[in-house]
């Protein structure tokens, strides 16, 4: 097959890709509206966003590293860290400095991570999973203190543009830098490359440890980022131990959006445009549980049954 036929089958697959999820997307949407009337208004469906958005932000990182067909669990410890440092350091004040060491904290976390995977090739299940289990029991110390989130945290997590939430600009915002970046940078078609084909990337002259080492601290940023929002969401640290540790519940449901919204660990397909739409499908889903009564139990299991669905149907187009 010519490389031109072979780019085509490439963006058919990719358009079938995008239907399927956006038509999961109105089906799920449509579903909602039957069980609650209210769904369906603009308020209520800028509601829903304004929840997801703090999901939305640490799955930008998490896009970025499954695109290197890696995978990032500490995302979850990572925000919650920056949740509890964060407050402990603000005390309700509005001060910068915490804030950039906030934001120092989770590069250094992900710049950790991409040291173990890229230049001591630890695997990034382990690598990750250890990280994740140091900032849990790091957690625990900072979870003897108190704190409040600043003034200014608090306006930008809860408060309006009109009728829009500022907290959703600022996903879309960050989204569309890190997409730009991402389509039209070297290093977002060097990230591209690598998960294409690594041996390929490398032999063609890219850096892979140096972009693999970045790719991480990216993502430890981002959850950093994420986890400051949740401190001005919630106004205190949120520090509960469930579904398996501290955190882990955005870690997975980061990972699951992710994936729903068809970027797989091999094959460098997808993107963060589409990150969006698994978010938003895995956040309506959740919305529809909750209405039918559902429990977290409950959730976590359709939730692991939605990922298996969708990646078994993405494989099927990858045959085709």
């Given at each position: ?8 089958r490439?963006i ?10 956006f ?15 209210g769904?369906?208004?603009i308020?209520?469906?800028l509601?829903v966003m ?10 930008i990182?998490q896009?970025?590293v499954?695109?290197?067909g ?16 964060g407050?402990?350091?603000l ?8 804030i ?5 904290l ?11 995977v ?9 690598m ?10 790091s ?25 829009i ?6 996903w879309?915002f ?11 940078t ?12 690594p ?8 850096k892979?440890?140096?972009v ?8 430890g ?42 970027t ?8 963060l ?16 549980l ?6 977290e ?6 939730q692991?049954?939605?990922?298996i669905?969708?990646?078994g ?8």
């Open positions: 097959m010519t490389s031109i036929g072979l780019k085509r490439n058919n697959k990719d358009v079938l890709q995008a239907i399927i999820l038509s999961m997307l109105v089906v799920i949407i449509l579903v909602a509206g039957i069980l609650k009337p769904f369906f208004t308020k209520h469906l509601t304004h929840d997801t958005s703090i999901l939305g932000i640490s799955a990182g896009t970025i499954i695109l290197t890696g995978i990032d669990l500490s995302v979850g410890a990572t925000m919650l860290l920056a949740d509890a440092v407050a402990m350091l005390g309700g004040e509005n001060r910068i400095i915490p950039l060491i906030c934001l120092g989770g590069l250094l976390i992900g710049a950790i991570n991409g040291a173990g890229a230049f001591l090739r630890i695997p990034p299940f382990i990750t999973l250890g990280m994740m289990t140091i900032l849990t029991g957690i625990f110390i900072f979870a003897k203190t108190r704190g409040f989130a600043s003034p200014i945290l608090r306006y930008l997590s809860v408060e309006k543009v009109g009728n939430p500022i907290l959703i600009i600022i879309i960050l989204t569309i830098i890190m997409a730009v970046i991402m389509s039209l070297v290093f977002g078609r060097a990230v591209y490359a690598i998960g294409s084909n041996i390929a990337s490398y032999l063609s002259g890219i892979n440890k140096r693999i080492f970045l790719v991480y601290a990216i993502s940023m981002f959850a950093a980022i994420a986890g400051l929002f949740l401190l001005g969401y919630t106004g205190v640290p949120e520090l509960t131990y469930r579904g398996g540790g501290l955190g882990s519940e955005y870690t997975l449901a980061s990972i699951a959006a992710v994936i729903i919204g068809g797989v660990f091999v094959g460098a397909r997808g993107g445009e589409r990150t969006i739409f698994g978010v938003l499908v895995l956040k309506v889903l959740f919305s529809i909750t209405m039918v009564g559902i429990g139990s409950g959730k976590l299991i359709a692991g049954l939605i990922v669905v969708i990646v149907i993405y494989m099927r187009l990858e045959k085709l």
